[in-house]
């Protein structure tokens, strides 16, 4: 990877600070949900923790997510019932610790036949195989499956059990559904309305954590080598290549785990991804049709897929293809076309067509190796594998095999322990009622919420504060702090929405590398279609004044800022400037494996 925009940038403090004392007791390699939520549970052991993501911190496979934290009702068709419990209980806990960015999800599932499948689905569940066609899920399956998916998910009344209803009552509340519909089944999971932000937050946790210098975390910074001194690392910034001494390595690169082995010098053979994408529809019509909640079910294929309002735009995904983690992951037009096929399976007037399209994205599973098995039939489930590193023949590598965003804390959990046990220590804090960031004291009632803007209000008006905790949860109150010291709110011409001292806030704070960086991570503006032409020049222009780049500098991170937009995510903008940059560096930027 490469995504250099200056030869001779100097070096950023984080990477300083490693500079300064490379050696730490664990060393973790990727900076994706599993690996900050690894980073996070070694910092709260006391344990002495450096992480390095290659890019920017959750940019691969975490940022292609479907926004979703759900116990995985289809999986039970795949038999894996501990994986199940341990998502749905880790969706309940995560309603409880992070209610800024998670929230209850009401899912339907429209159902157009009453037995269907009833016969086929043992099979599924024995051999993990489709024989011949698929066979629709018809009401009978889905309520088995239903009912023992509310017995995972008990947990106090968390969430309310499934419901069922026929044809007249379905049609009453979703009029635009398919008029064959028989029934509907509601149940409930959960979203993640910006998961970026909620990942942000878990590095935040670590280093406080670990403050005083013992929980150290940098992105692009990448892996590229073993010696007997230890892992061989370079800064993708300015360009300086230093080596880390640890004595427990972490590899938890998710689809790039093998290819992170391969450039720690030794082969593996653990991962066999596949490609999910989605794309972001601005049609306020099929927003309106699903109710508030999202549409979950088969399309004709057999694949199960979704339609999803989030953050005032439509998700529709996802599909299952088989993906080389060595190429580019990128939203194919055949894609869109299943896209707008399965929109149509359930939704048959409703008109959607590529002018709609205000955002696509694409990443890789990291499912294990699966050989002849079907996609839709590969493990969820994850698992841990030791070897040793090649540098010294002696100091253990541990690499997380699978994973998913649902279940990040209990996988760090279990990744930490293994880690502890190589260390020869044990757990002395546990993160099973910990709340994370902005979730802290987060007021989840009207009356709370407003006797929380009404003391942090300030100078700001109390339509302002409370925009701000919408966005950052309780963690508003240092972007307040950060606006009063700094004595500026102006709002951004392109985009009133944020303000010249929020954006310094996000720069001076949250690891702010490249403009990409803030446009896709920090803020939601190019999810939502807002990245406009005036949005874009006038946040580099912020973000380069705040990062003290040169002309050169400017006109570089706009013109790989374009590239990566445009390549990933079917975003046409424009430079403005000449500049550096190339499409390989665009590819580059999230989802090319270390060399």
């Known amino acids: 990877m490469n995504t250099e925009t200056s030869n001779t940038a100097a070096v950023r403090s984080d990477v300083q600070a490693i500079l300064d004392r490379p050696t730490a007791q664990v060393l973790v390699i990727g900076g994706g949900i599993n690996g900050v939520g690894t980073f996070r549970d070694l910092a709260l052991q006391g ?16 940022a292609a997510s479907s926004h979703m934290i759900h116990g995985g009702v289809r999986y039970l068709e795949n038999g894996e019932f501990r994986l199940v419990r341990e998502s749905v209980q880790e969706r309940n806990r995560l309603l409880r610790l992070a209610p800024h960015y998670v929230k209850p999800l009401p899912t339907t599932i429209p159902i157009f036949s009453t037995f ?28 088995l499956g239903l009912t023992g998916y509310d017995s995972f998910s008990r947990d106090g009344g968390t969430v309310p059990r499934h419901e069922f209803k026929g044809h007249k009552k379905s049609m009453a509340k979703f009029p635009k559904l398919r008029d064959s519909v028989k029934y509907t089944a509601r149940y409930y999971d959960a979203a993640v309305e910006n998961p970026e932000r909620l990942a942000l937050d878990i590095v935040g946790d670590g280093r406080v954590a670990g403050s005083g210098g013992k929980a150290r975390s940098v992105n692009y910074v990448e892996a590229i080598g073993s010696s ?8 993708t910034v300015s360009g300086t290549e230093f080596t880390v001494k640890a004595d427990v390595i972490v590899n938890t690169s998710g689809p790039w785990t093998d290819l992170t082995n ?18 972001v529809l601005n049609n306020q019509e099929l927003h309106d049709a699903c109710a508030g909640g999202e549409i979950f079910f088969e399309n004709n294929d057999g694949r199960i897929v979704l339609i999803y309002p989030l953050n005032g735009r439509v998700l529709v995904g996802t599909t299952d293809i088989e ?29 959607v067509d590529r002018s709609q399209i205000v955002y696509r994205y694409s990443g ?6 699966h050989d002849d098995t079907a996609p839709g039939f590969v493990s969820r489930d994850y698992r841990i594998e030791q070897t040793v590193f090649a540098g010294d023949k002696k100091t253990p590598v541990l690499s997380l095999v699978g994973g998913k965003w649902t279940t990040w804390r209990a996988l760090a959990e279990h990744l930490t322990n293994e880690t502890l046990g190589l260390l020869g220590t044990t757990r002395t804090t546990s993160t099973e009622n910990l709340q994370i960031g902005g979730g802290v ?46 004595s500026d709110d102006a709002a951004l011409v392109s985009l009133p929405e944020y303000s010249t001292a929020e954006i310094d806030f996000l720069v001076n704070t949250e690891y702010v590398v490249h403009l990409t960086d803030v446009v896709l991570r920090r803020t939601i503006v190019a999810f939502t279609g ?23 500098q400017l006109a570089a991170e706009k013109t790989l800022a374009v590239e990566t937009l445009d390549f990933f995510h079917g975003l046409v903008l424009e430079a403005g400037t000449a500049g550096g940059g190339t499409p390989e560096a665009a590819q580059q930027e999230s989802f090319t494996p270390a060399k």
């Open 228 to 235: 007997a001194e230890g892992v061989v690392l370079r800064d």
């Open 116 to 143: 269907s499948g009833i016969l086929s689905a043992p099979l599924r569940l024995l051999t993990h195989k489709q024989a011949g066609k698929p066979k629709e899920r018809g009401a009978l399956l889905i309520k």
């Open 364 to 369: 890789i599973r990291p499912l294990p190796k």
């Open 47 to 62: 344990v002495d923790v450096i992480l390095v993501e290659r890019s920017d911190f959750i940019s691969g496979a975490s």
């Open 323 to 351: 993906a080389d983690p060595s190429e580019p992951s990128v939203t194919t037009e055949e894609e869109v076309d299943y896209f707008f096929e399965l929109v149509s399976h359930v939704f048959p007037t409703i008109a």
């Open 441 to 486: 004291g987060f007021p989840t009632t009207t009356s709370a919420t407003e006797a929380w803007v009404a003391e942090h209000s300030g100078a700001l008006s109390k339509a302002r504060t409370a925009q701000l905790l919408k966005r950052y949860g309780t963690k508003a109150a240092e972007v307040i702090a950060y606006i009063a010291e700094h």
């Open 530 to 552: 807002g990245l406009t032409q005036p949005v874009f020049d006038e946040l580099a222009g912020l973000i380069g004044s705040h990062l003290s780049w040169s002309a050169e």
């Open 262 to 279: 391969i450039a720690l010098g030794k082969s593996t053979s653990f991962m066999g991804g596949t490609k999910g994408s989605h794309i």
